[in-house]
C-alpha cells in the first residue's frame, strides 16, 4: 500500500511522535507490513520540484495512493481562499492539495486532533479558518465535507490525539494493510475503537486515589488530579495508562491533568487546564456513565473511609506514610 503524508496547519508534534513507536526500525516495520512511504515532508529525501512531481502524479491518478495522512489542521482562510498556507513551489493552496488527493486516496486518516477536528490553530478567534478533514469543532463537515467518503466507502479516520500516541498511528495503518479495519472499527466520531473504546481513566496510577476521593491540591501532589487540578481522565477517550508512551509515560504520571486531548473542543474548555470548574463544591465534569447523584454519595462514602496513608499520601510529593505490613496467608 502507498502512504502519502502531508503537514498542513500544527506544530509537527504528531510527525515527532511517531518516531517515538516502539519498533526500532519503523520504516522497517510498516515496509514489512506492505506500507510503503511515497512521501512524507520530513522524512522523505525528495523535496522542491521532485515532491511537487510526486505530488501531481498522486493527484492526477497516475500513482495511486491507498493511505493519504494528513497532520495539522486545514487552513481555508482567508475567506476560504486558503491562501494562509499555499504548498511550497507549487501556488496552489494545501487545502485544494489534500480535497483533489482526498477524493482519489483509498483511505483518508487525520492524524491528531489538528487534522481531526481543527485543535488548537483552530482556538480563539480563529482567523486562519482552520477546521479538521471533516469535523470543524464538534460540528461534522470540516474541508471535505460530512458525507465524504474515501473510495474505500469510509469516512475520515480520526487517529486523535494532541499529539496522538505513535501505536494508534501504526496500528490503524497495519490494520488497514492487513484488511482488518472497517467502519465496525470506528466509533462514534470516527476514531479508532481499539483506543478509543477506553477511558484515560483505565490504568491511572492514581486510582486508589481517586477511589478514596483522596485528592492533590497542588501540581505536586500524588493525589487524584479530578477534583481540583482540572483533570479529565475520567471522561477522555484514550488508553494512555494502559498502553504507556515511550513504554511507561503519561500526562496522569507525570503529574499533569489529562486534558482530553482526544476529544473536539479539548483546546477551549472554558476554564485553566488546571482547574476542575465546580458548581457548590461538585466538579461539573463527571465521570462518563455516573449520574451526579451517584457521584455525590460515593465521594462522600469514600472520603469517610479513606485510610490515613492515602489521606496523607495524597497531598505530599512523595510517599509520606507507606503500607502496613500485615500477613497475607490463610492461617
Known amino acids: 500500500m502507498n502512504l502519502l503524508w502531508l503537514q498542513s496547519g500544527g506544530c509537527g508534534g504528531c510527525t515527532m511522535s511517531l518516531l517515538c513507536a516502539d519498533s526500532s526500525d519503523l520504516l522497517g516495520?510498516?515496509?514489512?507490513?506492505?506500507?510503503?512511504?511515497?512521501w512524507h515532508p520530513s522524512l522523505s529525501e525528495e523535496s522542491g520540484a521532485e515532491a511537487l512531481d510526486l505530488l501531481a502524479a498522486c493527484a492526477a491518478g497516475d500513482l495511486p495512493v491507498d493511505l493519504l495522512c494528513v497532520e495539522?489542521?486545514?487552513?481555508?482562510?482567508?475567506?476560504?481562499?486558503?491562501?494562509?498556507?499555499?504548498?511550497?513551489?507549487?501556488?496552489?493552496?494545501?487545502?485544494?492539495?489534500?480535497?483533489?488527493?482526498?477524493?482519489?486516496?483509498?483511505?483518508?486518516?487525520?492524524?491528531?486532533?489538528?487534522a481531526a477536528w481543527g485543535g488548537v490553530t483552530a482556538a480563539g478567534p480563529n482567523?486562519?479558518?482552520?477546521?479538521?478533514?471533516?469535523?470543524?469543532g464538534e460540528a461534522a463537515g470540516g474541508l471535505l465535507g460530512a458525507d465524504y467518503r474515501s473510495a474505500a466507502g469510509l469516512p475520515v479516520i480520526n487517529v486523535a490525539g494532541c499529539p496522538t500516541h505513535p501505536g494508534w498511528v501504526v496500528e490503524t495503518l497495519m490494520a488497514l494493510a492487513l484488511g482488518q479495519f472497517d467502519g465496525d472499527a470506528l466509533d462514534a466520531l470516527a476514531r479508532p475503537r481499539f483506543y478509543a473504546d477506553q477511558l484515560v481513566h483505565h490504568g491511572c496510577a492514581r486510582n486508589e486515589y481517586y477511589e478514596f476521593k483522596a485528592s492533590a491540591e497542588k501540581p505536586s501532589d500524588q493525589g487524584c488530579l479530578m477534583e481540583n487540578?482540572?483533570?479529565?481522565?475520567?471522561?477522555?477517550?484514550?488508553?494512555?495508562?494502559?498502553?504507556?508512551?515511550?513504554?511507561?509515560?503519561?500526562?496522569?504520571?507525570?503529574?499533569?491533568?489529562?486534558?482530553s486531548c482526544t476529544e473536539p473542543g479539548f483546546e477551549e474548555p472554558g476554564h485553566p487546564f488546571v482547574q476542575t470548574p465546580k458548581v457548590a463544591g461538585?466538579?461539573?465534569?463527571?465521570?462518563?456513565?455516573?449520574?451526579?447523584?451517584?457521584?455525590?454519595?460515593?465521594?462522600a462514602l469514600s472520603k469517610s473511609a479513606t485510610p490515613r496513608r492515602v489521606r496523607d499520601n495524597a497531598v505530599a510529593d512523595h510517599l509520606a506514610v507507606t503500607?502496613?505490613?500485615?500477613?497475607?496467608?490463610?492461617?
Open 29 to 38: 516495520s510498516l515496509a514489512d507490513a506492505g506500507i510503503r512511504i511515497l
Open 72 to 114: 495539522g489542521s486545514l487552513l481555508r482562510g482567508p475567506d476560504g481562499s486558503g491562501r494562509f498556507h499555499m504548498l511550497g513551489g507549487s501556488g496552489r493552496p494545501m487545502i485544494a492539495w489534500v480535497q483533489e488527493l482526498a477524493a482519489r486516496a483509498r483511505y483518508t486518516l487525520a492524524i491528531g486532533s489538528c
Open 127 to 136: 482567523p486562519a479558518g482552520a477546521c479538521g478533514l471533516q469535523y470543524d
Open 229 to 259: 487540578m482540572g483533570c479529565k481522565g475520567t471522561q477522555a477517550h484514550a488508553d494512555c495508562n494502559l498502553r504507556p508512551w515511550n513504554g511507561s509515560g503519561s500526562c496522569t504520571r507525570g503529574g499533569y491533568a489529562c486534558i
Open 282 to 299: 461538585i466538579p461539573i465534569g463527571l465521570p462518563s456513565d455516573m449520574p451526579k447523584a451517584w457521584f455525590v454519595a460515593l465521594a
Open 323 to 331: 503500607p502496613a505490613i500485615r500477613r497475607t496467608g490463610l492461617k
